[in-house]
């Protein structure tokens, strides 16, 4: 019996022997994971770094030399801890791993060579990282599957090792089992004590591998606080486990930034283009019909100029937020870039489901009205038709952006078949305007301003106008916003001036000249010294000129600034700024605070209603009441009634403008005073 003990007590120990040593090995290859998670962090670390830092120099932003030698510093340091540790062990079993260790090094050499070849061309040319930013991605592409190789074969080998253990363990309990009868106890005893301390852990460890390998990690892994190895190798799986449970969502998060705006958490354009071409394939089988937004937030250079990026940021945020509280679940919002946003609807019930959202639209912007920062849009909508692709359909949603925006924003159109008739219009109008000056084929006229008790001529307001050699009269509502769109208007504007300039040096000096100013004109920065210029060069006198410019542009538009110093350095030359339609921009009494005008002009759809409507009546009424509390001269437009003029008499206005004073007209004689009595054709609306 003794003999039996001791032979069991030996095998007892030998089996021991065994199992430690297996689980040595186990312990060894939990080290490695281990190992390779502290380089997988290391990874991490410089990615994130270096595109931060590619990011900063790609934006133009200046990124210092101490930032570049620590990102340089760190790649160095992580090529030298991923060198290959093959150690001198020639187990066949350990082949795979050696294998994916010398595959991740290669890979490891090639990331820090790309992650080097970014950081030059970003130091060299900010510019060019998107261009260097794909080889950067597959050098990043291919560590990345290395390391997941390596892991994997960890793991395998992990497995692998726990599931030989334990068969091993209970090859050798079943022998010792045989050993006879008597020494039952001493056999059942080390069984409990195999079972409990060493067996169980190890299956459980197994188990969990198996069900981690399957997907499923949920799972409790036993021994985290045993003091031996096999409660190494149960903290190395939990921390193996988190590891990669971190890379899961980092993956999920590189995946949402790759197909979402940063700034706004919206769809990106090439989410928005793969949605788009998915939905349109989609509505040819469902017979849906997709319909789509492109958006445009009015005077975001504005908002810029005034509140800091800053303030620009919070506009983009707001319409985000208010674009994604108005649209269904399953619908698509994106923010293609800059102040552009694009919405993709899809629904049977077209165009009902798109106008009913247009509303919605618009309903949300009016609430932003007492806002800091108040949110103005313009809207173009496009809805698919038969065998129409993505860009066909977003291009006819830019149409009826561009028609929107060319009736004066913060409205909405849908597209139809004369929109593309008005744009290949409006692209030929464009082409010919170039050469319109050269043609001969512009001319400036004349309509008087009359004195309103003696309806006397004090002064004259020049007209552009253009007979097309096809189209015949071009309408000035027509082709001046072509010519600012197309920065022809300078020049056009120049000339005009030369014109008007000269005719008026004919004129009786008591006679004023009235001309109009696009605030697109004052971009140059010599526009104003030039009118100065040109007006002396025709011996004019300053003080005989009058500049127009409408009250919705001056000191409200993206170019306020420039604006404001051109007119202040034609009115020190002694030049009257008139602001013209008063009333019909968003803040009348705004530009009249931000700005000392000499005259009001009031638009002449308040003149025309005045008679029929109470509160076109009310306004007329009180700008001439305020004109008169501010010692400036107030001009009514569009009057064309004897009833109208009686009326603007009655309440005080000082100068009148219109049809029934005289039509715009070339100037055919020296003669100012005959201009009104003789009534010529009229060329166009004043």
């Known amino acids: 019996m003794l003999l039996l003990s001791l032979l069991l007590l030996g095998s007892g120990l030998a089996v021991g022997n065994a199992i430690r040593d297996a689980n040595q090995r186990v312990v060894l290859l939990a080290r490695a994971l281990q190992v390779e998670d502290s380089r997988d962090q290391a990874q991490r670390n410089i990615r ?23 990102l340089s510093k760190a790649l160095d340091a992580f090529g030298a801890a991923s060198a290959i540790e093959t150690g001198t062990s020639t187990d066949p079993s350990l082949a795979g791993i050696r294998t994916a260790s010398i595959q991740t090094h290669e890979a490891t ?31 990043l592409k291919r560590l990345e599957a290395a390391r997941n190789r390596s892991r994997d074969a960890l793991v395998s080998e992990i497995g692998g090792s726990a599931e030989r253990n334990r068969i091993e363990s209970y090859r050798n309990i079943i022998w010792v089992l045989t050993g006879g009868f008597f020494a039952a106890a001493i056999i059942f005893a080390m069984t409990i004590w195999l079972r409990d301390r060493v067996l169980w852990p190890i299956v459980s460890i197994a188990a969990r591998l198996r069900e981690f390998n399957n997907g499923d990690a949920s799972g409790v892994i036993p021994g985290l606080h045993r003091p031996d190895e096999l409660g190494e190798l149960a903290r190395g799986l939990a921390e193996y486990r988190a590891a990669v449970e971190k890379r899961a969502v980092a993956e999920r998060r590189a995946d949402f930034l790759a197909h979402h705006d940063m700034l706004t958490g919206l769809a990106n354009r090439l989410l928005f283009d793969n949605r788009l071409a998915h939905e349109l394939a989609r509505s040819r089988r469902t017979g849906d019909r997709v319909a789509i937004f492109a958006i445009d937030l009015d005077g975001f250079k504005g908002i810029n100029d005034r509140h800091g990026h800053a303030g620009g940021d919070q506009a983009l945020k707001r319409i985000a937020g208010l674009l994604a509280g108005c649209v269904r679940g399953d619908d698509l919002v994106a923010r293609l870039g800059g102040d552009e946003f694009a919405i993709i609807q899809v629904a049977s019930g077209q165009p009902a489901a798109a106008e009913a959202l247009l509303a919605r639209l618009f309903a949300a ?82 309509q008087p301003i009359a004195e309103i008790e003696s309806l006397q001529p004090v002064g004259y307001e020049a007209l552009l106008r253009w007979r097309h050699p096809d189209f015949g009269e071009v309408p000035p509502d027509q082709f001046i916003p072509i010519a600012e769109t197309t920065g022809l208007i300078e020049s056009i504007g120049l000339w005009v001036a030369d014109q008007a300039f000269a005719t008026a040096a004919t004129w009786d000096p008591a006679i004023s000249l009235s001309l109009n100013l696009s605030p697109i004109q004052f971009r140059r920065a010599g526009t104003a010294s030039d009118l100065i210029a040109c007006a002396s060069r025709h011996g004019l006198a300053a003080d005989r000129l009058e500049f ?42 705004s530009n009249l605070k931000e700005f000392p005008f000499d005259k009001l002009k009031i638009d002449r759809s308040f003149v025309a209603a005045m008679r029929d409507d109470k509160s076109s009546a009310s306004i007329v009424k009180a700008t001439i009441g305020l004109g008169k509390s501010l010692g400036v001269t107030i001009v009514a437009e569009g009057v064309e009634t004897q009833a109208q003029l009686e009326a603007l008499r009655r309440l005080g206005c000082h100068q009148v403008q219109g049809y029934l004073i005289g039509r715009p007209a070339a100037w055919i004689s020296n003669a100012a005073e005959s201009m009104a009595s003789r009534m010529p054709l009229s060329t166009g609306a004043d």
Not at 48 to 67: H, I, N, S, Y
Not at 371 to 381: D, N, T
Not at 559 to 583: K, N, P, T, Y
């Open 48 to 70: 994130l770094e270096l595109g931060e830092t590619t990011r900063l120099a790609e934006k133009g932003m200046a990124v210092a030399p101490a930032r570049w030698a620590e």
């Open 548 to 589: 127009e410019v409408t009250e919705s542009a001056t000191l409200l538009g993206s170019h306020r600034d420039e604006v404001l110093r051109g007119l202040q350095m034609l009115q020190a030359s002694g030049a009257r700024i008139v602001m013209d339609d008063f009333g019909t921009g968003h803040s009348s009494l």
């Open 365 to 446: 912007t009016e609430a932003t009205a007492g806002e800091e920062i108040e949110i103005r849009m313009s809207v173009g909508v496009a809805i698919s038709g038969d065998a129409q692709d993505g860009e066909e359909l977003h291009n006819l949603a830019d149409l009826a952006l561009y028609q929107a925006k060319s009736e004066g924003r913060n409205t909405g159109r849908f597209f139809d078949s004369g929109l593309k008739e008005r744009e290949r219009l409006r692209l030929h109008l464009a082409r010919d305007l170039e050469h319109a000056i050269a043609a001969g084929q512009l001319r400036v006229v004349f």
């Open 109 to 139: 050499h090639l990331f820090v060579a790309a992650s080097r070849d970014l950081i030059a061309v970003a130091r060299r040319d900010g510019k060019a990282v998107k261009g260097a930013m794909p080889t950067f991605l597959a050098s």
